[in-house]
């Protein structure tokens, strides 16, 4: 049966690309991808890299960020209205929007109100048919965004209309139905293939509304996909869409260069300054929407003291850190948000690196021979590349101060469960991508009360800070909301529960014949409206 | 004959009981859990991560899961993978054809120099060729896998631009996977150029992946060649006036060659370790990554079902090996 299928697909995808090659220009862009994708439906799933193969190319959301931006804009549903107690989300759906037409479905009707109620109850609702369709299906990001708390229902007004109905006031909520795990599949694909019982197809033959369809998947070599010719976004400008899984960031150049492919991600930072000299190349660069820090125990002396917190945080030299850690790819953090999101607060200083005074203040309060624990991350991460080689440099600023420092380390799962415990002892590396561009999903995810125990690593609970992010999270007016989160910045930096080391920035080099790429601040792969040169 | 294979066999079943209880424990010694990783950053809420352990039979003693996946085994149930939702059996027949083609091919390049150097090192013993061919099979030997791969892909790939950077075939070719071998899929798909292609892909992910191999080999048939030319046959044959290369080629070579196969049969376990690197280098989807992949991931059942059918594999092997041993000598056949 598999083997039929994928024959099938895999000759639907022959013929498709002999069509297209048979056209007077057929043009196919090829994506050196990272890693392969754990599967095509990606609300199962939290990896970028799944998200590239799966949402980002084969599905729409209701809304969608605008390109570069994480500003949000419509995507299937054309217009919305939000009711005045910010509980009552209703879209109206654009009309005319087909799913993709391939070998194993044939939609009979466009997309509508089934679609998009199919696709978010099979994530709320335990008792839906789907909601365990592939064994050990979970719903991370749904669940992980609290939303079976936060949507009570929703409901189907009319075919193009659907509301959604919440719980409580929740701001960042058409920032979240931008996100990956919100794509809407097609239930008349999924009743088709609950009739002929092979429910997991749906997690391996997508079929979507978005760019391009999905053709074959040759499990960690090749994904193709075709343009979709009818897509309510306008034809793109290429004919294919190839995904070439290259695991290793060097041979990954290797290909760029060698014009086996058009695109790569994650270039090795060694490798920058020569990409940037490469005649038939270009690099875009961008801030990546991420933040690296140092989190204090903030519940256990002497770290339960603001002001030793300060000390310490003036003691960190962060351009060394830079241009050791980073090789030039980040920037000095000063705020717990990165200065690409919107409310991130200008006016704020960071504690200048003055060894001097750090030891002044740490004696003034009071501390003296002061040995403590650094956490260092035993994997690279956007936010930290080399958490050992942060944790050393960080451990020779501090004995300048006369503070002895013990690098500890534990494996990654490990390390996660145990710096995320109350009476956990030092000082934690650890990082965070953002997920939807809402400041929301940094300051209330990394140092709200609710979250001390779990995401919250520095422990800390603020009621000061913490009535500013509540306040800002049911507010719906951008302007005002603001001025909370710029006001809860000013908190955070005079409380100072961690030290923010590095925003980095994020490199995607390509060959000079590739156009029309915008970078995704939220971190994606997105190929609509890339165009290649013959 | 029919006896001796019933007794390995019988041997089998124990030892394959035991690669079952290893590889169950050994993925469960590692620290961390598949939950918390899978989680990242974000972490999990206790109650939803006891809900999780709960469906996947994770909370159950370990004894009691042992148990279970072992009547599943029996029923030929490897379990499915926690990242990809799919059955492990299915992603490993998926994946193992691209490992054999180029552990086969290794193996092929590895025999088809090794051998011959190793002759020749023992028959110009003490010579500058003995000494440059032990000397380069110790470099060899001694190869840092990933360097080495990256090393020809940027002489042969970038600058020479002779072979294709990665992967198994071009990607304009696209065609119905029969047998998930390139080499033989490419010709049937009956597209030109497609085997040239799939052949040019090969080329650098098997000498990478047959270095160690052909070294280890090479040092092997040099040492066995040594000790049976000193042999009184060998002598004796000198001195019936034979000439050397039927004295090489029959009577020594032949009774050297058991230790060397003995040696290949090892090897077997050598080149599915060494395609973990070759194939992330060469981007090869083959299941030496898939495997590394998913003990990172702590991913249980792909890692126990994975050790279990490379044990089994390399088990096989074995027992072929010793069959060859009686073909090759008579003196040691099976009563």
Known sequence: MIIRTTLKAALLGASLIAIAATGAQAKTLVYCSEGSPEGFDAALYTSGTTFDASSKAIYNRLVEFKPGTTEVIPGLAESWTVSDDGLEYTFNLRKGVKFHKTDYFTPSRDFNADDVIFSFERQGKKDHSWNAYTEGASWEYFDGMSLPTLIKEIVKVDDNTVKFVLT?????????LAMDFASIVSAEYADQLDKAGTKANLNQQPVGTGPFSFVGYQKDAVIRYAANQDYWGGKQPVDNLVFAITPDAAVRLQKLKAGECHVMPYPAPADIAAIKTDPNLQIMEQQGLNVGYLAYNSTQAPFDNPKVRKALNMAINKDAILYAVFQGSGQAATNPIPPTMWSYNTQIKDDAYDPEASKKMLEEAGVKDLSMKVWAMPVQRPYNPNARRMAELI?????????????????????????????????VLLGWTGDNGDPDNFLAVLLGCDAVGGSNRAQWCNDEFEALVQKAKVVTDKAERTKLYEQAQVVFKDQAPWATIAHSVVFMPMSKKVSGYVMNPLGGHSFEGVDIAE | MFRFLLGRLGLLIPTFLGVTLVAFSFIRLLPGDPLELLAGERGIAPERKAE?????????????QYLVYLGKIFQGDLGTSFSSKKPVLDEFLQLFPATVELAVCAI????????????????????????????????????????WGLLLIILFSGILQWTPVSGRISLMYFFPQVTGFMLIDSLLSGEKGAFLSAVRHLILPSIVLATIP????????????????????????????????????????????IPVITTIGLQVGVLLAGAILTETIFSWPGIGKWLVDSISRRDYFVVQGGLLLIAGIIMLVNLIVDILYGLVNPRIRHN
């Open chain 1, 395 to 427: 451990q020779a600023d501090f004995e300048k101060v006369g503070v002895k420092v013990e690098i500890v380390s534990y494996e990654w799962g490990e390390y996660l469960k145990r710096s995320s415990a109350k009476d956990r002892d030092g000082a």
């Open chain 2, 214 to 257: 052909l070294a280890v080999i090479a040092r092997q048939t040099r040492s066995a060649m040594l000790e049976v030319l000193g042999e009184d046959y060998v002598r004796t044959a000198r001195a019936k006036g034979l000439p050397p290369h039927r004295i090489i080629g029959l009577h020594a070579l032949r009774n050297a060659l």
């Open chain 2, 52 to 64: 999780l352990m709960r469906q996947m039979g994770l909370d159950l003693p370990w004894w009691e």
């Open chain 1, 168 to 176: 409580r006031q929740e701001a960042p909520m058409l920032a979240n």
């Open chain 2, 108 to 147: 092929l390049i590895a025999v088809a120099i090794g051998i011959p150097l190793g002759i020749l090192a023992a028959v110009k013993r003490g010579s500058f060729i003995d000494q440059t061919v032990m000397g380069t099979a110790l470099i060899g030997y001694s190869m840092p896998i990933f360097w």
